[in-house]
C-alpha cells in the first residue's frame, strides 16, 4: 500500500552543525505534511507540518521543504544541540478522516 | 496551547486483569482522539479513531472487544485494556484534533503498560 517512508534510520551530526532528515511519500494525494519529534519514553512533539499548496516553511531552527514533484519531504534543522537527539517522524494526511500514515522514523544522534 | 494528558504514565498489572488509561486535551476541545501502540524501536501504529459521542473506528486486526474505547466528551477518551495478557505490554500513546478543524494531532506523554 501506499506510504511514507525514510531513507536513512539513523543520522550522525556534529553539534552545530545543521541536521537534514528525509522523507518520501507514494501518495501524490497527500496535502498535509508533519514532522514529530519524539524523545525516549515520551509521546510525538510537534515541530512543524506544511501544506501541499507550499513548498517551504520555516520555524524555530527548522525548516520544512516539500518537493512534490519527486515527493520528498525533508526537515532541515540549524545549528544542531543536544536536546535535539530523538527519532523524527514524517506523517501524511490525505483523507477527509484526518488520519496520518507514518514514516518509518529517523535516529538522530549528536556528536559532542 | 495545545496540550494532551495522558494518566497513568506508567502501569503493572497481572494478567487477565483490566486497565484503563485516560487521554485528556487540557486547553482545547477534541472533536477526534486517536489511539496508537507503539513497540521499541517502532513508528507508532494507529489502534482506532475516536468521535465524540459516536463509536470508536478500529484498524484492520484491532480487537474493539480487547480495546474498548470510550469518548465521552470534547475533552476526554479512555482506553480499556480488557483481560490483559503479557502480549498487550506496549506503550499506547492518544492524540487529539482540534474541534476547530486543523488536521493537526497533538500527542499525550503516553501510558506504559506492563502485563506480568
Known amino acids: 500500500g501506499e506510504s511514507v517512508g525514510l531513507h536513512l534510520p539513523t543520522l550522525s551530526v556534529q553539534e552545530g552543525d545543521n541536521s537534514i532528515i528525509n522523507c518520501a511519500y507514494s501518495?501524490?494525494?497527500?496535502?498535509?505534511f508533519i514532522w514529530y519529534k519524539q524523545e525516549s519514553g515520551k509521546g510525538p512533539q510537534f515541530i512543524i507540518d506544511i501544506r501541499s499548496n507550499m513548498d517551504k516553511r520555516q520555524g524555530q531552527r527548522v525548516t520544512v521543504l516539500l518537493n512534490k514533484t519527486v515527493k520528498h519531504l525533508s526537515l532541515q534543522i540549524a545549528a544542531t544541540q543536544p536536546g535535539d537527539s530523538a527519532v523524527y517522524f514524517c506523517a501524511e494526511n490525505m483523507g477527509s478522516n484526518y488520519q496520518l500514515i507514518w514514516g518509518a522514523g529517523t535516529k538522530l544522534i549528536i556528536k559532542p | 496551547g495545545a496540550v494532551v494528558s495522558q494518566h497513568p504514565s506508567r502501569v503493572i498489572c497481572k494478567s487477565g486483569t483490566s486497565v484503563k488509561i485516560e487521554c485528556r486535551s487540557l486547553d482545547f476541545q477534541a472533536t477526534t482522539m486517536f489511539w496508537y501502540r507503539q513497540f521499541p524501536k517502532q513508528s507508532l501504529m494507529l489502534m482506532a479513531t475516536s468521535n465524540e459521542g459516536s463509536k470508536a473506528t478500529y484498524e484492520q486486526g484491532v480487537e474493539k472487544d480487547k480495546f474498548l474505547i470510550n469518548h465521552a466528551s470534547l475533552t476526554l477518551s479512555t482506553l480499556t485494556v480488557t483481560s490483559a495478557h503479557p502480549e498487550d505490554s506496549s506503550f499506547y500513546i492518544c492524540?487529539?484534533?482540534?474541534?476547530?478543524?486543523?488536521?493537526?494531532?497533538?500527542f499525550g506523554p503516553g501510558t506504559r503498560l506492563l502485563v506480568l
Open positions: 501518495n501524490s494525494a497527500s496535502d498535509y
Open positions: 492524540s487529539a484534533r482540534d474541534h476547530r478543524g486543523w488536521e493537526t494531532q497533538y
